[in-house]
């Protein structure tokens, strides 16, 4: 199992549309997950962490399932403006990330 | 807001060329990232540095080095550039182990 896993896509969607992306990790003992977004030749930015509880920023919502290992993310209200890539990062031990590759979102008109 | 910034947006070295990728960070952080970018392989860790003089390799070390002399600055090296380091470059610091990390504007490197 590779140690962050997610569907490149690209996910279409039309504006307004809700989308859900998911991501699995391999690594049990990873002690926190975070979804960042990378637009088109520009550096990865943090968009939110995520908790066991689940936690919600505006039209973002990140879900965490520790017994599945499994993290998802759930984009309401789709605006143009969120077309990018969306990484999923899980802490891998000590100091290090690990990145997964990135889901691709594109919004039409 | 935390600033990471790279001396560089883009560079074109030649093959053999010893080559410096400089970053600073002004938040103070104590963790400082490497990585390189390549199309449908994802970010790669290179090196890391928890403390000024210290670093630890990550999963892609060869052909590079680092350079922590201060705690806002963590320099890359290319000891002799190669095609194959052709690359978007990013810089990343954190200010905790694990934690989320901050991203520089990468640096787009060219080796002919």
């Known amino acids: 199992r590779k140690e962050v896993e997610q569907d490149p896509g690209p996910f279409n969607v039309p504006e307004g549309a809700t989308v859900a992306f998911n991501c699995t990790y391999s690594?049990?003992?990873?002690?926190?997950f975070f979804w960042y977004r990378q637009d088109c030749r520009k550096e990865p930015k943090l968009l939110m962490s995520?908790?066991?509880s689940g936690n919600e920023d505006g039209r973002f919502t990140a879900q965490l399932n520790r017994a599945s290992q499994y993290i998802s993310l759930l984009i309401r209200d789709s605006k143009l403006s969120d077309s990018a890539t969306y990484l999923c990062?899980?802490?891998?031990?000590?100091?290090?990330?690990?990145f997964g590759k990135g889901t691709s979102l594109l919004v039409t008109p | 807001d935390v600033k990471v910034t790279q001396s560089s947006r883009y560079l074109v070295k030649r093959t053999g060329e010893k080559v410096f990728l400089e970053c600073v960070q002004d938040?103070?952080?104590?963790?400082m990232f490497w990585y390189r970018q390549d199309p449908g392989l994802g970010l790669r860790l290179i090196y890391f540095?928890?403390?000024?003089?210290?670093?630890e390799k990550g999963d892609i070390p060869e052909g590079y080095s680092v350079s922590r002399e201060k705690k806002e600055r963590f320099s890359l090296i290319l000891e002799s550039a190669s095609t194959n380091q052709t690359s978007m470059y990013l810089c990343?610091?954190?200010?905790?182990?694990?934690?989320?990390?901050?991203f520089g504007p990468g640096t787009r490197l060219t080796v002919l």
């Open positions: 938040m103070d952080h104590e963790n």
């Open positions: 540095s928890y403390d000024v003089k210290m670093k």
């Open positions: 990343a610091s954190s200010p905790d182990a694990g934690g989320s990390q901050y």
């Open positions: 990062v899980v802490h891998r031990s000590g100091y290090a990330l690990n």
């Open positions: 995520v908790y066991s």
């Open positions: 690594n049990s003992a990873s002690q926190s």
